[in-house]
C-alpha cells in the first residue's frame, strides 16, 4: 500500500529565507508526482507536476525534484515571501490518476 | 467559470439524513475524482470517473456513499443515513484525461458538511 510522508508537519521561517520541504513515498511504481499549495477554507492548487520520467521541474521561485528509486521528492522554495504562507501538499498517481497525498507542511514565512 | 465548481459550498445536516454534493468539471475533463478531506484523516481517494464509468470505487468508506456522472459532466456525490464520522471538505478534480494517469488535477473549492 503507497505511504506518503511529509517532513516537516510545520515551518516558521522569516521572509527571503529559501527553504525546502520533503516528500517520501513507499512505492516506486508511480506515474507522476505533484505537489499543490492550500490555503485556509479553500481548495487545491496545482504547483508542479513531475511525470516519473522526469528529474525535475520549475516554475519561477518554485523548483520540484522527483528521485523516484529512491522515493523522495523535494519542493524548493527560493527567496519566500509573506503571500507563501499555505499549506503544501505532494501527491503520488497511480496509472488511473488516483492521487495517494501526503499529510502536508504548513508554511509560515514571517515580514 | 472555467474552474470547477462544487455545491453547495457548505452543508449542514442532522444524523440519519441522506445529502447530495454536486461537482461540476471543467468542460472537457473525462476524467473526474472525489476526495475526503478531514482532521483525522487528511486527504483520502474517494471515487474516480473516466466519462460515465467508475472504474476504481476503491476508496468509499461504505455502501452509505455513491456517486453518478452523467452526460460525462455533472457528478453527485450521495452520502444515506449520516454518520457524524461522515463530517469533511468533499473535494471534487478534474483532468483532461486520467487513464494516461499523467495529467494535472484541478480541485474545486470543496463542500464542508457538517453532520450534527
Known amino acids: 500500500k503507497q505511504e506518503v510522508t511529509q517532513i516537516p508537519a510545520a515551518l516558521s521561517v522569516p521572509e527571503g529565507e529559501n527553504l525546502v520541504l520533503n516528500c517520501s513515498f513507499t512505492?516506486?511504481?508511480?506515474?507522476?508526482l505533484q505537489w499543490f499549495r492550500q490555503d485556509p477554507g479553500k481548495g487545491l492548487t496545482s504547483l508542479l507536476l513531475?511525470?516519473?520520467?522526469?528529474r525535475e521541474q520549475t516554475s519561477g521561485r518554485l523548483n520540484a525534484s522527483l528521485d523516484k528509486s529512491s522515493g523522495r521528492s523535494t519542493l524548493y522554495i527560493a527567496a519566500s515571501q509573506p503571500g507563501d504562507s499555505a499549506t503544501y501538499l505532494c501527491?503520488?498517481?497511480?496509472?488511473?490518476?488516483?492521487?495517494?497525498f501526503g499529510q502536508g507542511t504548513t508554511l509560515q514565512v514571517k515580514p | 467559470g472555467a474552474g470547477v465548481s462544487q455545491s453547495p459550498s457548505n452543508k449542514v445536516t442532522e444524523k440519519g439524513k441522506d445529502v447530495e454534493l454536486r461537482c461540476d468539471p471543467i468542460?472537457?475533463?473525462?476524467?473526474l475524482y472525489w476526495y475526503r478531506q478531514s482532521l483525522g484523516q487528511g486527504l483520502e481517494f474517494l471515487i474516480y470517473?473516466?466519462?460515465?464509468?467508475?472504474?476504481?470505487k476503491s476508496g468509499l468508506p461504505s455502501d452509505r456513499f455513491s456517486a453518478e456522472r452523467t452526460g460525462g459532466s455533472v457528478s453527485t456525490l450521495t452520502i444515506q443515513r449520516t454518520q457524524q464520522e461522515d463530517s469533511a471538505v468533499y473535494l471534487c478534480?478534474?483532468?483532461?484525461?486520467?487513464?494516461?494517469?499523467?495529467?494535472?488535477?484541478?480541485f474545486g473549492p470543496g463542500t464542508r458538511l457538517t453532520v450534527l
Open positions: 513531475i511525470q516519473s520520467s522526469q
Open positions: 470517473f473516466q466519462g460515465n464509468s467508475a472504474p476504481d
Open positions: 478534480a478534474s483532468s483532461l484525461d486520467g487513464g494516461r494517469g499523467g495529467d494535472t488535477q484541478y
Open positions: 501527491a503520488v498517481s497511480s496509472n488511473t490518476g488516483k492521487l495517494i
Open positions: 512505492d516506486s511504481a508511480i506515474y507522476n
Open positions: 468542460s472537457g475533463h473525462t476524467a
